[in-house]
């Protein structure tokens, strides 16, 4: 979700940052800088120009593509362009780190946190996860020529990989991951390509359903292989399918949308250049692994630390089945979209009201919420692009940079939605100020704090309005051999882990899709429909204006109180409370395990793994740990059910006794 | 910016002020001693294989070209093409219309093309598998003459611009210098063996001028741009000149200019468009640089009229251009072509931009200026590339010695 | 009572008032009770129906007097690095065993130097108090059972430190005492072994405390002792107070010690102010044989560590005073037998709890 305010400059600092650049190119005083003349005619040239989009890049942290920035732009329109693009962009932070590039481009670096959680979603048995997480498209293509495409697109797929080295991306089983170079065998993703140009109907058809069936469930594992499944249908009629899955753990949204759209570039033009980048992913998270421990960073997680005993509940919704006891497969959508026009109207209201389209979304989507669990104070999540602006390149890299960020929403009873966006915006506004801390590790202290193992936010929103804006130019929809791209014929899916519902709203084709992402097998789907119904319904009165001076109906409850199965209320009492001294060998040998992975001494059998200081992730390792050293499969819910050093060693017999009574038979 | 490593050691040409018959004994002498301060920069590359890898590289062009023309035109074409109904296939600008018949021709003259009349049999379209191939075979030419990376990247992006370009929906200037980095066109002009060489020959010859004025050399560079043949002049002017002029039409290498070079106070920077005139004066500098850029005057003998005025007796011109136009120039070239005023010299009436080196030399003879070094030597491995290094002097006046 | 007379010095101080009071419950005794306030000295006699006696430590001939006809000396009056071995050569010149609640490798070195004939048949016990003392005493029980690959000691808590008792702490520095970082491992320290353990949570312990690493001589001999593998010991703080105003005064290497007393009292102070005193013993160990039984972990919690120690000196003058133990000068932790103390603590009203499990 992008952030609503502008960038750090206030909008009418703007036009004097922008005089004061074309002063220094053109040999002017600032204010000697006619607004309306174009800089063609005040002594600019095209190489001017050019240096005029850098500094406008570096100066005012927006991007404007080339083609925006020609010799015959007048201030006031370059002004206006870099107010509209700017709402897209970041905001521009002055950050106490250097981004350095790596002396071996190959050697292993650590995972961030919301890579960390997709990779111990991945491990199985945690609450609502899967084998992977990712993401599947397929879009349409006509006009195809079944001799070239093929080789377009695998000659793309290699000159991508090498100019993107996190096509190349592998993760270590103990968390940790790393780039092959560009010849290794395995580095660069195979394309896989099946021609149906001389099939029936009825094949082509079949063999459709079952890739995307396939693509759609088992998504590319960058454990055991590259973390980008690239397949291409050749169909009757010199039509086609693109079909694209990314795995989350490496790939995040904005990353999908620069691989796509470079990807088609370099299948379109064959001596399309995409210029070099200067840094790569491991380079950002190794400087961001120096910010830990700043005051800039300390600031900001003493921020967050200070308000998590007063966040509020994640939204309690009714469920029909507790989420340990679910093993989700595919996540199921309802999706809506509203049509250009009305999307238009929708942006135009936004503006009008001084809220992003996000944040009303954001809100209409919290109401929604609200209404549905029966009390108004709100925990919500969201998928935050989080690229700190360390370096200008950073927008252009593929890697896996978003992060989490938890959003405490208050509705306020009695008012009406336009006031209640504006409160959100102000909440959203200040949160994300203090991104230099993950939402993860926000969540993890959450987690800690709330004696809980279970997801603190399991709701999600995720916005990617404006991203396309951001990214600059539009996205190619003439492909070279692979013909033209049909945005209205495009299919999709997402698995996420730890989530039980997630919003999403993104735009294709100048239309607003509003869509929900939900584990079905939690919730009645009556119920689901409603919810839908009712944040269609709202979003289409902002559209057509009337929706925002009308108050809110909320539930009067700030806090959840219904009883029954409830989401996020859900932790039972924890086995027994086992303490004292460690009881036998079983339980003396799990606390030195544990000693061991967390550096502290585990003297207690009712010690508890995440109260001494560990995570997820670290769980993943001593769970490995322990299988090894006791030579039993140890599975993560036995773990998370009662992750004491007596629940864990009681685990581990109940393992033992398992296996040998199999074995006996 | 990088230092330049110091020359080698090259003892300073023995240079007589007067004229007479031990003058081509001496220019002799120095183009020898140039020759091997160039040689000496050369630094072990390999240049005997040079000659092929040109004609590789042009013909990668040509081709890519060809290719190029095939994705963006060919639906639209027959089997045979003229000029301006590649053009028109396109939408060229109306200035840009004649390239299209300048790449077939050029096609044609390289054999790869059948030419009948003004129509042209261009080759087959090639399979992107070929394509692949071909940008392969580019870059493997573009190594072994030892220019940079960033030249593929450079060239390819002009290929891939083809279409635009011809629509002037942008311009060579955004593509050598994307997001304003001087970077690609530095490494393009000066970081390969041929410049090199000639940048050392030159730092030679300028290491034996004397001044005219006891207080210090006075020298003029037209066309500087991203001063890449300064930056290799400046070592071997040290601690003897008392000015250096350095102009250009643009106001952005100015600038840069003056930041690069803030340490030589004795440096300057004006605006100057030698196209269009020069500056008032007479007989006052000892050095005219021209580094890739004399071309650019519509009239070459005029030009070297001209600056012979600003010489002192015995003063000197030095150049380097390019004498041949080849095919690898062809994705850039003519797009500046298009924007230039007509040529009235020996170009008149042609698409040429350069002059050969017969015509230079000529136009020297012409405006009174004495032909001296002209490198790199007949038959030399470097004249593949076509970029010389052409200086004259003015003859100094005769006086009687006694 | 009957019984050898049994002198406790400094009788009317926290220790020393515990230590009568304890000895006169366990029925040991005649006692005398000594000390330089007549008044004070007269009350604290008054309260066991001891005999006081006035004593100027400076005065040998008054030390004399004091010890003649004592069957034990105990030493209640500090500080230990201005009594050293005096107390001690004195009663055993009168021919009476010594315990001493404190005094450790200093006091013991000094009383090796020139050893009095008189310690070829008495007995003089050093250190009998909490740390050194019980530290090196207790672990032994968890030992019993069977040889240990690691034992762990942790001791610690808030606890007001008197100004005398700071300087014995700023001067616990140099190879006489213990090394810092160090573990002892494999029949040696081992140096720059351990790490501070920063916030942790430890059976036993009130919040989450920080461990310092320090071999004492004890742990080290306790160690050899006890043939353990491995040895960590640990002082425990409930902030970074004390630490810091320790490590600032041996940083300062050119200030006399006496200047950095008050920071480090207050340091003290500072710790108890979070939460009121507290102290805790915990041990860990952790059999070489996996399948051994017995106890593996003991916790000992009192909220006054200054007064059990002299719980401790009154169980090791009330053993001295039932005879059989060797003579010479020794730590009281390699006399004293590990199970009748731990019992007696667990009866003990100044004991929080004992966990021994």
């Known amino acids: 979700m992008t952030p609503p305010t502008p960038t750090t400059t206030a909008p009418d600092t703007v036009a004097a940052d922008l005089a004061a650049i074309w002063g220094e190119l053109l040999g002017l005083e600032p204010d000697d800088v006619p607004t309306d003349t174009e800089f063609l005619r005040l002594g600019g040239d095209s190489v001017l120009s050019v240096r005029m989009a850098a500094l406008v890049r570096r100066r005012l942290g927006v991007v404007l593509a080339l083609s925006d920035v020609t010799v015959e732009i007048t201030l006031d329109r370059l002004a206006d362009l870099v107010r509209r693009r700017s709402t897209a962009a970041g905001t521009v932070r002055d950050l106490p780190v250097d981004v350095v590039r790596r002396a071996d481009p190959t050697a292993p670096f650590p995972l961030m946190p919301l890579q960390q959680g997709y990779f111990v979603g991945q491990q199985g048995g945690w609450e609502l996860s899967y084998e992977s997480a990712h993401f599947y498209g397929d879009v349409g293509l006509t006009g195809v020529d079944g001799d070239e495409a093929a080789d377009a697109l695998t000659d793309a797929v290699e000159r991508l990989a090498e100019h993107q080295p996190t096509l190349r991306a592998r993760v270590t089983p103990e968390g940790m991951q790393y780039v092959l170079p560009p010849d290794a065998p395995g580095a660069i993703p195979a394309v896989r390509v099946y021609d149906l140009r001389d099939a029936t109907e009825e094949e082509a058809t079949a063999t459709l359903e079952r890739v995307r069936a396939e693509m759609s469930s088992t998504g590319p594992d960058p454990v055991h292989g590259p973390g980008l499944d690239l397949r291409l249908t050749l169909l009757p009629g010199d039509r086609g399918r693109l079909h694209t899955a990314m795995n989350l753990l490496v790939f995040d949204g904005w990353s999908a949308t620069v691989l796509n759209r470079e990807l088609l570039t370099l299948s379109a033009d064959w001596n399309a250049v995409l210029p070099p980048l200067e840094i790569d992913f491991g380079d950002y998270v190794q400087a961001l692994g120096r910010l830990t421990g700043t005051e800039a960073w300390a600031a900001d997680r003493d921020w967050w630390w200070g308000r998590l005993d007063g966040l509020p509940q994640p939204p309690a919704l009714p469920l029909r089945a507790d989420p340990k006891d679910v093993r989700p497969v595919l996540m199921h959508t309802r999706e809506r979209h509203l049509a250009p026009e009305q999307w238009a109207a929708l942006r135009a209201a936004c503006a009008e009201r001084g809220v992003t389209p996000s944040t009303a979304l954001l809100t209409a989507f919290a109401a929604t919420m609200a209404r549905w669990a029966g009390h108004r104070d709100l925990l919500l999540n969201s998928l935050q692009l989080n690229r700190l602006p360390v370096h200008p390149d950073i927008h252009r890299l593929v890697g896996a940079f978003a992060s989490t960020m938890l959003i405490p929403v208050e509705l306020p009873e009695g008012a009406t939605f336009a006031a209640a966006a504006t409160a959100v915006q102000r909440v959203f506004t200040e949160h994300a100020a203090h991104n230099l801390v993950s939402g993860v590790e926000v969540s993890r202290e959450l987690a800690r704090r709330r004696g809980t193992t279970r997801p603190v936010g399991p709701v999600v929103f995720q916005s990617t309005l404006g991203m396309d804006a951001a990214v600059g130019d539009r996205h190619p929809s003439s492909v070279g051999p692979l013909g033209e791209i049909s945005f209205a014929d495009f299919h999709h899916q997402l698995r996420t882990p730890q989530v039980a519902l997630e919003a999403r709203v993104y735009e294709l084709n100048d239309e607003l899709a509003v869509v929900f992402s939900l584990v079905e097998e939690l919730f009645t789907p009556e119920e689901v429909d409603a919810a839908f119904a009712g944040m269609v319904a709202l979003t289409e009165a902002l559209a057509d204006g009337s929706g925002w001076d009308r108050v809110l109906d909320l539930p009067a409850a700030r806090e959840p109180e219904g009883d029954g199965l409830r989401l996020g209320r859900l932790d039972g009492a924890r086995g027994d409370d086992a303490s004292g001294p460690l009881a036998d060998d079983v339980e003396r040998r799990v606390a030195e395990v544990w000693e061991d992975l967390l550096d502290v001494p585990v003297l207690d059998r009712g010690a508890d793994f995440f109260r001494l200081g560990g995570d997820s992730l670290v769980a993943v390792r001593a769970l490995a740990r322990m299988t090894r050293e006791f030579g039993v499969q140890l599975g993560v819910r036995d773990f998370l059910d009662l992750p004491t050093v007596a629940g864990a060693a009681a685990a581990v017999r109940a393992a033992r006794a398992a296996e040998a009574g199999s074995a006996s038979r | ?402 | 009572m009957t019984g050898p007379l049994v002198g406790v010095l400094g009788g009317s101080g926290t220790v020393g008032r515990v230590v009568l009071d304890r000895l006169a419950g366990y029925g040991t005794g005649p006692l005398r009770v000594g000390g330089r306030d007549p008044g004070r000295t007269r009350a604290a006699a008054e309260r066991v129906g001891g005999e006081p006696v006035a004593v100027d430590l400076a005065d040998p001939a008054s030390l004399a007097r004091f010890c003649a006809g004592c069957g034990v000396v105990v030493n209640a009056a500090g500080p230990s690095y201005r009594v050293l071995d005096t107390v001690a050569r004195a009663a055993v010149a009168a021919g009476a065993d010594y315990v001493d609640a404190a005094g450790d490798a200093a006091a013991l070195a000094a009383l090796g130097r020139g050893a009095p004939a008189g310690l070829a048949e008495r007995s003089a016990l050093f250190s009998a108090g909490l740390m050194p003392g019980l530290s090196g005493l207790l672990p032994r029980l968890l030992a019993e059972p069977g040889p240990l690959r690691r034992l762990d000691v942790y001791v610690g808590g808030a606890t007001a430190i008197g100004p005398l008792s700071a300087v014995d702490a700023l001067l616990t520095r140099g190879p006489g005492f213990g090394t810092a970082l160090a573990a002892w491992r494999d029949g040696r320290v081992a140096e720059n072994a351990l790490a501070p353990l920063r916030s942790v949570a430890l059976p036993g312990f009130r919040h989450p405390v920080h461990a310092w690493p320090f071999l004492s001589a004890e742990a080290a001999a306790l160690a050899a002792d006890l043939g353990v593998d491995e040895l960590r010991n640990y002082t425990v703080y409930v902030s970074e107070n004390i630490p810091e105003a320790l490590a600032t005064a041996w940083a300062a290497d050119d200030r006399p010690l006496e200047e950095h007393v008050p920071a480090v009292v207050a340091a003290a102070d500072a710790d108890v102010a979070l939460d009121g005193p507290w102290y805790t013993l915990l041990f860990h160990a952790r059999p070489r044989d996996p399948a051994r039984g017995g106890p593996t972990r003991l916790v000992v919690r009192t909220p006054d560590s200054y007064a059990l120690s002299g719980v401790v000196a009154a169980l090791a003058a009330h053993r001295l005073a039932e005879g059989g133990v060797p003579p010479g000068a020794r730590p009281a932790a390699e006399v004293l037998d590990p199970r009748a103390v731990l019992d007696a603590l667990a009866a003990d009203p100044l004991v929080d709890g004992v966990e021994l499990g």
């Open chain 2, 1 to 402: 910016m990088a230092a330049t490593a110091d020359p080698p050691p090259v003892p300073a040409p023995r240079v007589r002020a007067g004229g007479g018959p031990g003058a081509a004994a001496d220019a002799a002498h120095l183009a020898d001693v140039a020759h091997r301060a160039g040689t000496a920069a050369l630094a072990g590359a390999d240049t005997a294989a040079f000659p092929a890898l040109v004609d590789r590289l042009d013909r990668a062009v040509l081709r890519s070209i060809a290719a190029v023309l095939h994705d963006t035109a060919g639906r639209r074409l027959g089997a045979a093409w003229t000029g301006p109904e590649v053009a028109d296939a396109i939408g060229a600008a109306p200035r840009h219309r004649w390239i299209p018949g300048r790449w077939l021709a050029d096609l044609a003259a390289a054999g790869l093309a059948e030419r009948s009349g003004d129509r042209y049999a261009p080759p087959p379209r090639p399979r992107r598998a070929e394509l692949t191939a071909l940008r392969a075979e580019l870059d493997t030419a573009r190594a072994g003459l030892g220019y940079p990376p960033e030249l593929t990247r450079y060239l390819r992006s002009t290929l891939s611009a083809l279409p635009r370009l011809l629509r002037d929906e942008t311009s060579s200037q955004e593509l050598l210098f994307p997001d304003a980095d001087p970077r690609t066109a530095e490494v393009l002009y000066r970081d390969n063996p041929v410049n090199r060489y000639l940048n050392a020959a030159a730092a030679a010859v300028v290491r034996g001028l004397t001044p005219a004025d006891p207080a210090g050399l006075r020298v003029l560079e037209l066309g500087a741009g991203i001063g890449a043949t300064t930056a290799e002049l400046l070592p071997a002017l040290a601690g003897r000149t008392a000015d250096y002029l350095f102009t250009d039409l643009s106001p952005f290498f100015l600038d840069q200019a003056r930041e690069r070079f803030a340490d030589h106070p004795y440096l300057r920077c004006e605006r100057l468009d030698f196209a269009a005139d020069l500056p008032p004066g007479h007989g006052g500098l000892d050095l005219i640089v021209a580094a890739n850029t004399a071309h650019n005057a519509p009239h070459a003998g005029r030009l070297l009229t001209g600056l012979r005025r600003l010489l002192a007796p015995g003063g000197t011109l030095l150049l380097v251009e390019t004498c041949r136009e080849h095919p690898q120039s062809l994705t850039s070239m003519p797009f500046l072509v298009s924007a230039n005023p007509p040529r009235t010299d020996a170009r008149a009436g042609t698409d040429r931009t350069y002059l050969s080196r017969a015509e230079w030399r000529e136009a020297m003879a012409g405006a009174g200026l004495r032909p001296e070094v002209d490198l790199p030597p007949a038959g030399h491995p470097l004249t593949a590339l076509s970029q010389r290094l052409l200086t004259a002097r003015r003859p100094p006046e005769n006086r009687s010695r006694r």
